[in-house]
């Protein structure tokens, strides 16, 4: 007989998204579905903002959830993107503020260039049906891709990446990004742990992984919902190599970003508390920084 998964009170969902950035709910809501599932605690990772961790964590407050700020960062290592979590961090702080005020910059300067590129296709999208896509969200391709469909290029958000705006479309721009430095010294600036998102679907190599590690990076990502059982094993055996934390998360985005359920990919609370052991080190230096 198959022993029975473990209950989700044992787990953290470490990887999440609102409709703060590419989501389909409010951040209130993410935290009442992370309640209603079981999990004993929840990161909300929005790319590139932290404008919905006020909300989550008050609602997280009223259901005792133990609730994780944070935020998703694209960023560049040479000319690899690789993303980057903040776990633990302090929402508040001026400095990760401005980073992420810059980042949306930056993707609102690519979704603008996409645009022109859709417009030389005479697809009919203007940037006025992007930002109506995106509401008060950080802009992103998946935003372009409803646009797409609602003036009827496409049928649905998979083919509108497919033919035109992803890696290989006719209309891809490559996003600037901050630097992997860069992110990893915010990260540890507001009192967080700086974590590699996805990095075997991201194809992101041991050497680099090792090349961020020497520069700060407090660990990755193991489990995801696009990792095989090859790449988690394969991951594993560099957590044990390298020293770096483990971490997982199930990359949540709601019906229809990414097709992910809550807490899918939750990770062990050994793995959370050593992360926030972590973050709790970065705190105490920038404290006795400041003193």
């Not at 005020?101 to 993707?107: G, N, S, T």
């Not at 974590?195 to 990076?217: F, M, Q, Y």
Request: aromatic share 4%; with cysteine; proline share 4%.
């Amino acid at each position: 007989m198959n022993n029975p998964d473990p209950p989700l009170s044992r787990f953290a969902e470490l990887h999440s998204h609102s409709d703060h950035s590419d989501g389909t709910f409010g951040p209130e809501k993410v935290v009442e579905i992370a309640h209603s599932v079981g999990l004993a605690a929840l990161a909300l990772t929005d790319h590139d903002t932290v404008s919905g961790i006020a909300a989550a964590r008050a609602r997280a407050a009223q259901l005792d959830l133990d609730f994780i700020a944070g935020v998703e960062f694209s960023s560049h290592v040479g000319e690899k993107e690789v993303h980057i979590l903040g776990l633990f961090i302090d929402d508040r702080d001026l400095a990760l503020i401005t980073a992420t005020e810059q980042a949306r910059r930056f993707r609102r300067e690519r979704a603008e260039v996409i645009v022109g590129k859709l417009r030389d296709l005479r697809l009919g999208v203007d940037f006025a049906g992007v930002e109506s896509a995106a509401g008060s969200a950080s802009i992103g391709r998946p935003h372009i891709a409803t646009a797409l469909v609602e003036v009827g290029a496409v049928s649905n958000v998979d083919a509108a990446f497919r033919r035109y705006i992803g890696n290989a479309g006719p209309a891809f721009v490559p996003k600037p990004t901050l630097s992997a430095n860069e992110v990893i010294e915010v990260i540890h600036g507001a009192g967080g742990a700086a974590i590699l998102a996805h990095p075997a679907s991201s194809r992101v190599a041991d050497r680099t992984i090792l090349d961020l590690a020497d520069i700060g990076l407090d660990g990755f990502e193991v489990v995801h919902p696009k990792h095989k059982k090859a790449q988690q094993a394969r991951l594993r055996r560099l957590i044990d190599s390298s020293g770096l934390l483990p971490s997982a998360g199930s990359d949540f985005h709601g019906p229809g970003g990414g097709r992910t359920s809550m807490g899918s990919c939750a990770a062990p609370l050994e793995w959370k508390e050593a992360l926030r052991l972590r973050a709790d080190e970065h705190a105490r230096r920038v404290a006795s920084l400041l003193a």
